[in-house]
């Protein structure tokens, strides 16, 4: 192998995004990898941002093309045809990675053997997470969230724990439940945090899955010393379930709806007024589901298509996963909420995600909105649905009669909320307002003030985040395609920076 080629697959190894790394993580890669019997040139750094970690090169190896432009301030470096980032100059922004690195436990190394893991051979799995952590300390985001971080290995931990401690991280773990093995990992800087509090959210379900909440305080440089004004964000890091079959979708669906009660109860516990909130992770769900669709309806806008401009509907523009059946579709989001989004009252927003589900099988039964409802009404003599009857097309609809379905409290608050005038049944109007057309906008609803209901009068302005840029690495998947001699996780990273705001907030009533 010659060293061009070997220069190109440790960069594909990184995500190929055109940063170039310090000298001594060179040196580390190095030492992980062996020199394979070469010595080559070290890249050459043009510009390095060393508060952000970024450093931005200009690689003009050959083989590795003549794309890449020279970097000046407001400048946008280029490889190919992708825009991979713009100098940072402000030293109060924030940046975010997210990035599910595979735990070795669940890497296979033979797909005809599912037994043989990565796990089983510690040269390969501490060679890799040796790379991972190259990358992300040369990255140096002020916030890192991981997934699928092998807490079971001591070893591991203790590698991840020292190198992102000397680096000036705070790190907090978290464990899956049933000692599943894997679990989160959330490191944030403490050149850029104050940590005000962090908790552990336990899900308990079918899937063990756990989230991370952190409430920190941006402390230097800060956009206003103004004691008013709101410096502190919360930062979430979770990891949903597969959905291996149906079934799963509505139990993915409780797990960010436990999410997002949690958030509300940690707020009005702490009668904070309205702040920035980070929602970090593998959502293993993409833009056309329902997950995505109930965050958009509660006011989070999707930092990555923010930044690119894209729409709900641009499902296909990118990527960040190859799953284990080898499909490939993007998953991994860093979701932001302004203080300044009207969010619509959550038992709202999860009633009309669920009457979502409800609608998207009676429709992929071929039932028109007329067909649906002589379906809901069955065998009733008057022209209205009757609880039996919805409750019987629940269960055949598969939304209840497992161990995932709806519970009876559940199906009785979507009953509630469909019967509007409260007479024990659903006329069609009824039917068609509160389950077919059940409102899933992610636009501002000046009506959900109340949701704030309890908390003290905050100030009128506050800090909010605007997007600068988002990247995913490898570049290829920002195109929708997933690179085939990538081997650092079945994940690409996503990094978005994010430029603090002055914003109103409304003021709240108690």
């Given at each position: 192998?010659?060293?061009?080629?070997?220069?190109?697959?440790?960069?594909?190894?990184?995500?190929?995004?055109?940063?170039?790394?310090?000298?001594?993580?060179?040196?580390?890669?190095?030492?992980?990898?062996?020199?394979?019997?070469?010595?080559?040139?070290?890249?050459?750094?043009?510009?390095?941002n060393a508060r952000h970690g970024l450093a931005l090169p200009f690689i003009l190896n050959k083989g590795m093309g003549r794309k890449n432009r020279r970097i000046g301030k407001g400048r946008?470096?280029?490889?190919?045809?992708?825009?991979?980032?713009?100098?940072?100059?402000?030293?109060?922004?924030?940046?975010?990675?997210?990035?599910?690195?595979?735990?070795?436990?669940?890497?296979?190394?033979?797909?005809?053997?599912?037994?043989?893991?990565?796990?089983?051979?510690?040269?390969?799995?501490?060679?890799?997470?040796?790379?991972?952590?190259?990358?992300?300390?040369?990255?140096?985001?002020?916030?890192?969230?991981?997934?699928?971080?092998?807490?079971?290995?001591?070893?591991?931990?203790?590698?991840?724990?020292?190198?992102?401690?000397?680096?000036?991280?705070?790190?907090?773990?978290?464990?899956?439940?049933?000692?599943?093995?894997?679990?989160?990992?959330?490191?944030?800087?403490?050149?850029?945090?104050?940590?005000?509090?962090h908790q552990d959210l336990l899900f308990n379900d079918f899937g063990d899955r756990v989230a991370q909440l952190l409430h920190v305080e941006l402390i230097a440089p800060s956009l206003c010393?103004?004691?008013?004004?709101?410096?502190?964000?919360?930062?979430?890091?979770?990891?949903?379930?597969?959905?291996?079959?149906?079934?799963?979708?509505?139990?993915?669906?409780?797990?960010?709806?436990?999410?997002?009660?949690?958030?509300?109860?940690?707020?009005?516990?702490?009668?904070?007024?309205?702040?920035?909130?980070?929602?970090?992770?593998?959502?293993?769900?993409?833009?056309?589901?329902?997950?995505?669709?109930?965050?958009?309806?509660?006011?989070?806008?999707?930092?990555?298509?923010?930044?690119?401009?894209?729409?709900?509907?641009?499902?296909?523009?990118?990527?960040?996963?190859?799953?284990?059946?080898?499909?490939?579709?993007?998953?991994?989001?860093?979701?932001?909420?302004?203080?300044?989004?009207?969010?619509?009252?959550?038992?709202?927003?999860?009633?009309?995600?669920?009457?979502?589900?409800?609608?998207?099988?009676?429709?992929?039964?071929?039932?028109?909105?007329?067909?649906?409802?002589?379906?809901?009404?069955?065998?009733?003599?008057?022209?209205?649905?009757?609880?039996?009857?919805?409750?019987?097309?629940?269960?055949?609809?598969?939304?209840?009669?497992?161990?995932?379905?709806?519970?009876?409290?559940?199906?009785?608050?979507?009953?509630?909320?469909?019967?509007?005038?409260?007479?024990?049944?659903?006329?069609?109007?009824?039917?068609?307002?509160?389950?077919?057309?059940?409102?899933?906008?992610?636009?501002?609803?000046?009506?959900?003030?109340?949701?704030?209901?309890?908390?003290?009068?905050?100030?009128?302005?506050?800090?909010?985040?605007?997007?600068?840029?988002?990247?995913?690495?490898?570049?290829?998947?920002?195109?929708?395609?997933?690179?085939?001699?990538?081997?650092?996780?079945?994940?690409?990273?996503?990094?978005?920076?994010?430029?603090?705001?002055?914003?109103?907030?409304?003021?709240?009533?108690?």
């Open positions: 192998m010659n060293p061009n080629q070997v220069w190109k697959q440790w960069l594909r190894g990184f995500g190929n995004n055109g940063f170039a790394c310090p000298n001594q993580v060179w040196k580390q890669w190095l030492r992980g990898f062996g020199n394979n019997g070469f010595a080559h040139a070290k890249p050459k750094l043009r510009h390095t946008v470096s280029r490889i190919g045809s992708y825009a991979i980032a713009s100098s940072i100059t402000d030293p109060a922004c924030v940046s975010c990675t997210t990035f599910n690195i595979l735990a070795p436990i669940y890497k296979r190394l033979n797909h005809e053997d599912s037994s043989h893991r990565e796990s089983d051979v510690k040269d390969y799995w501490l060679n890799r997470n040796r790379r991972i952590l190259d990358w992300l300390l040369c990255e140096r985001s002020s916030i890192i969230c991981l997934q699928e971080f092998w807490v079971g290995n001591e070893e591991l931990v203790s590698i991840y724990d020292k190198r992102l401690g000397d680096a000036g991280y705070i790190n907090f773990k978290l464990g899956r439940t049933n000692n599943r093995g894997d679990g989160l990992l959330t490191a944030v800087h403490k050149d850029y945090f104050r940590v005000i509090s010393r103004n004691s008013n004004v709101r410096q502190e964000i919360l930062i979430v890091n979770t990891h949903l379930l597969f959905p291996h079959n149906s079934s799963l979708c509505l139990e993915r669906l409780r797990q960010v709806y436990k999410i997002l009660q949690y958030v509300e109860s940690y707020q009005k516990e702490n009668k904070l007024n309205p702040l920035p909130i980070l929602l970090c992770g593998d959502w293993n769900g993409s833009k056309r589901g329902h997950v995505y669709k109930f965050l958009r309806s509660q006011g989070f806008v999707s930092s990555y298509d923010t930044a690119h401009q894209y729409s709900d509907g641009d499902a296909h523009k990118w990527v960040s996963h190859r799953n284990h059946l080898g499909n490939i579709c993007g998953v991994d989001f860093i979701w932001l909420l302004n203080p300044n989004r009207y969010r619509k009252l959550l038992k709202t927003s999860w009633s009309a995600a669920v009457f979502g589900m409800f609608k998207y099988q009676l429709r992929r039964a071929s039932l028109t909105e007329d067909d649906a409802f002589a379906f809901l009404k069955a065998d009733t003599d008057g022209d209205y649905i009757s609880y039996a009857g919805f409750y019987e097309a629940l269960r055949q609809l598969n939304l209840i009669g497992h161990c995932n379905g709806l519970s009876v409290a559940e199906i009785k608050d979507l009953w509630e909320q469909a019967d509007v005038d409260g007479d024990g049944v659903l006329n069609y109007k009824e039917f068609k307002q509160g389950i077919w057309n059940a409102p899933w906008s992610g636009k501002s609803d000046r009506a959900s003030d109340d949701i704030w209901d309890d908390v003290v009068n905050g100030t009128e302005e506050t800090i909010g985040f605007s997007v600068k840029n988002a990247v995913l690495f490898p570049t290829e998947v920002e195109k929708g395609i997933w690179p085939e001699d990538y081997s650092l996780s079945d994940h690409a990273r996503l990094t978005v920076v994010f430029s603090p705001v002055r914003m109103p907030c409304s003021r709240l009533t108690s």
